[in-house]
Each structure stands twice: as C-alpha cells, then as structure tokens.
C-alpha cells in the first residue's frame, strides 16, 4: 500500500506538461505526481539550494562516499597525461557559473538534448559547470569529475557499506572492553535508530525538488542557518577522522616497528611520534592533488580492506586456534559504559553520504532494500568481530584489536598492515571536502588563489597532526567523535529536519518515534562526551 505509516508518499509538481506526455501521464495540467513510486520518471532541476556554501559538498562527498561504477573510463581520458597537471588543475571546482566551458575531451557522463531526455525515462542529476578561477586559458580547463547518476543496486550497497564500515570496526570489542556484553544491546539500538533515520533522510530529499545533499535539507527544514550549522558538523566529523587516521598509524607503525626512533637537533623522536611525523609527510602530497579520482578508485577497495581484517580476526580465534580470555569479562561496567557507547555510535557514521547515494540511484525505489542490506551487514560485522575480539583478548583488549593480535601469525600481519596502508587513500579524500569548503570562502578570481588553497591544506594536514600528537588515544578520540558529532548527524538532526520539513503531514507515532531519536540522541552524545572528555583528561595526567 502506498500510504503505510512506513513508506510516506510525497509529491512534488511536475516540471514540464511536454515532458508528463511523453511519459505517459493521463493529466497534463500541473497535478501532482507520487515521486516515492515514479522517482525515475522526475528530473530535478538545479535550484538555490545549490548556489549556497558549501557548493562544493556534493562533488566533495561524492568522491569521499562513492565506489566509481566499472563501466565508465578510468580517468575519464584516453591517456594519463591529466595526472601531470592534477596539482595544478582544479577537476573539483569552487563555484557555479552561468557560463558553460566546453571541455577538451569528453567527461565521465554525456549532457543529453533536448530530445534525448524527453524520451529518457532515466533520471540524470544535473551537475552545473563550475569555473575555476585562478586558470586564464578555458583551454586549460580540465573536465568536471561527475558521479555517474545510474547507480545501480549493488553498486549503492558497496557504497553504503564502505561508508558505514570504516575503522571503527577496530574498536568494536574495545568497546565491549569498556561497557561490558550489555554493551551490544547499545549496539543493536543504534543500528535500528541509524537506519530508521537514514529512512527519514530520504524523505526530505523526496519532499521537494533541488534537495540533493545534507546540508540542502538542513536549509529546507531549518533556512540558511540550518545549512550552515548542519555543514559545520559534518566537516567537523571528517576533519576528526583525518586525526583518527595519524593517531592509527602511528599505533601500529609504532607496533610493527616499536624499536623505531630518531634523534633530531636534540629531541629524541619515539616510535609514536616518529611514525606521525613521517605518516604526515607522505600523506601531505595527496592532499595537495586536484584530481583525487586515482585515490576514489583505490579507496573503493576499503570494503575489501574491512573483510580482510574481519577475516584475520576470524582466522586468529578459529584456525590458529588462539586461546579464549572469557573469564574475567564483565556483563555490565557502569564508569566506562557512556565511552562504550560513544564508540558504537561512531560505528554509524555514514548519514553524510546516504543522500549522495540515493540521489544517485538508477532506481530510488530500491534504496529501502540498500539501506537495510548495508546496515545488516555492517551490523553483522560488527557483532562478529566484538565478540570474537573481547572473547580472545578479554579485559587486555586494546583500542584496535590489531594490536593484540599476535605478531608472529601470517593473518596477524595481514591485518595490521591493511589496516596501516587504508588510511593512506582515505585521508585525503576525508579532508578534501572540508579544504574546499574553506576554499570557497576565498573572493572569486583571486589571483593568488592556488597558494592559498595549497597553504590552508597544508595547515589543515598540520593541525591534525598536533591534535593528534597531543590526545593519541584512539578510543577516547573515537568515543568524543561518535558522541559529540555523529549523534547529531546520524540520530538528532535527520529527525529535527524530518520534523521541520513534514510538520503537520506526519502521524503521532511517526512524531513519537521522531522524538524518541532525538531524546536518546541527546542523552547519550551529553553521557558520552562528558565520560570521553574525563578519560582523556585522566590520561593526559596520569
């Protein structure tokens, strides 16, 4: 049925009668169509909410969030000769134009007549041209890069699935370590709160036309402000998990090489911060590129990377046959359980690309079926790998579970050295979106604008190196992120917005249950900052 209280219908107008006929519609006079079931006969056109900051979000997460389809060109050119001029050359442009500049060769996705989309019944997402203002020569422009927006069901799943399970799957039974097995009752929660409001997520965008990202709801629900407020903690959530990754590679450099150090001008260097300076400076020129579709395609491998380690997990407990630390576990550990649940809220962190994903289905119809199969496997692994891990380390169970597992084990070195080398494509397509957002606060046509783009993400590369040398506790640093960020991503905003947007349109229940998110939100980021924030003060003066 159409009107169940779990799939809402939601209308938006018609853009062309022309174009209703050639579809096949029985009226022409502007009435209202069911976009829920006909979402693939809409197109949307582009709309203010594209015009305000950031205008780079959409590409920016695109790339962060999205496995790039198998069917399209590599580079997008017949050669490699863009890879020279990627440091240079801007394929993710700052700011909407009114002028089309006619690329050299053809981009990733043909535009399409007039006649062709008349009689396409395929939905294309319209990407305006951008013009980057610091080239002279609109020879010189390289092509846009531009998500293919025919994604289909598999691909939307791999999509989802890199973007929820990333390397807090290594802190899952640290997490248990910290709360207890009652813990996975919190677990269990937030996986059925997290996909009931990506749900929510989807029908915002479906409540009206131009809605295609996050910030673009926060506008609709809640104005300007609300764009911006929702912007700020997203790029605060991705500016903390490119401190994640140096605080992680230094862990486990630091494991694998622990007598590592370097005496320089008289300050003697440990592993730790060795590790972090030299992770720093191999990471730095990546963040400089332009071009980041290499690092999109590598990274899509980071759902490989995230089975792999599960598997070596696997392998340790059942085929190496390592011994079980079971007793001694605790059921409940009330001081620490607000960190435990920081940790498993940060297990979810994949709201930023679900309206990327689903605006980029070749059928939206299908993205209920995405949503649950991703959250079902993300889910599963990490049952599977908190309580494998907590069963063999038990209360030794460090942040990362990499680092209790034996260093002499095959599947032990394979975990730790795909855990160290992931980071490396991840890092750059983390910060990229908040780097651009910076960048577009830069006046138009700045002669000078190519310094300033390469200064402020150099700063941004050294500042997350000093966060993380100075607070280089992983699980804490996880547990204040997945608190005091991904609450309100994941769990409190997509219910304030879906409440604001619908307003009078939505049943008492589907209020009750909107409120509900929010109060439990609200609860745990306050419980769990406090006690993040407390245990890592503790640390830093113990």
Not at 67 to 72: F, G
Not at 470 to 479: K, Q, R, Y
């Amino acid at each position: 049925m159409k009107n169940s209280a779990s799939e809402q219908v939601f209308f938006i107008e018609s853009d062309e009668e022309g174009e209703e006929r050639e579809l096949g519609r029985d009226e022409m006079d502007g009435n209202e169509s069911d976009y829920s079931n006909d979402s693939n006969e809409v197109q949307r056109k582009p709309s203010s909410y594209s015009m305000a900051w950031p205008q780079s979000y959409r590409q920016s997460i695109d790339l962060y969030g999205s496995v790039p389809s198998p069917n399209i060109g590599f580079l997008g050119t017949s050669s490699l000769t863009g890879l020279g001029s990627s440091f240079l050359g801007s394929s993710l442009t700052r700011r909407h134009t009114a002028e089309i500049i006619p690329p050299l060769k053809k981009p990733l996705i043909q535009p399409i007549d007039e006649q062709q989309r008349k009689s396409s019944k395929t939905l294309i997402h319209p990407h305006p041209s951008r013009k980057s203002s610091w080239r002279k020569d609109p020879s010189k422009i390289s092509h846009e890069v531009q998500i293919p927006s025919q994604c289909s069901f598999g691909q939307a799943v791999l999509n989802g699935i890199n973007a929820l399970c990333g390397v807090g799957i290594l802190s899952a039974p640290y997490a248990l370590q910290q709360g207890g097995w009652s813990a996975l009752a919190i677990l269990l929660v937030f996986s059925v709160f997290s996909f009931y409001t990506g749900m929510l997520l989807r029908y915002c965008l479906d409540s009206e036309p131009g809605l295609e990202t996050y910030p673009d709801i926060g506008q609709a629900a809640f104005g300007t402000t609300g764009r911006v407020i929702i912007s700020i903690i997203l790029y605060m959530e991705l500016y903390a998990c490119c401190i994640e990754y140096i605080i992680l590679e230094s862990d486990n450099l630091s494991s694998l090489f622990p007598n590592a150090h370097l005496s320089l001008g008289g300050i003697e260097l440990n592993a730790h911060i060795l590790f972090a300076l030299l992770t720093t400076l191999a990471i730095l020129p990546t963040v400089w590129l332009r071009d980041l579709r290499i690092l999109s395609y590598i990274s899509a491998c980071g759902v490989v990377a995230t089975i792999a380690v599960v598997l070596s997990l696997l392998w340790v407990g059942v085929v190496d046959d390592l011994p079980m630390h079971t007793k001694g576990t605790t059921t409940i550990n009330i001081s620490t359980f607000p960190v435990a649940i920081g940790l498993y809220g940060y297990c979810f962190a994949g709201h930023a690309v679900f309206p990327n994903i689903y605006t980029a289905m070749a059928n939206r119809n299908q993205f209920p079926a995405v949503l649950l199969t991703c959250f079902a496997i993300c889910t599963t692994m990490y049952f599977t790998v908190a309580i494998m891990g907590y069963s063999l380390f038990g209360e030794n169970t460090l942040s990362q579970y990499t680092l209790n597992m034996p260093r002499e084990l095959v599947a032990s070195k394979i975990a730790l050295w795909t855990t160290v080398v992931n980071p490396f494509t991840k890092y750059a397509l983390s910060l990229t979106p908040v780097a651009m957002s910076v960048e577009e606060l830069i006046p138009p046509n700045n002669p000078h604008f190519q310094l300033y783009s390469m200064l402020i993400r150099t700063a941004l590369v050294i500042s997350t190196l000093l966060v993380g040398l100075s607070v280089p506790f992983f699980g804490l640093v996880m547990s204040l992120i997945g608190s005091m960020l991904t609450m309100f991503v994941s769990l409190i905003l997509p219910s304030a917005c879906f409440l604001s947007i619908r307003r009078n349109r939505i049943t008492r229940s589907q209020a009750a249950l909107c409120i509900a998110v929010i109060v439990v939100g609200l609860v745990a980021s306050g419980f769990g900052s406090y006690s993040a924030i407390s245990e890592i003060i503790k640390e830093l003066f113990a």
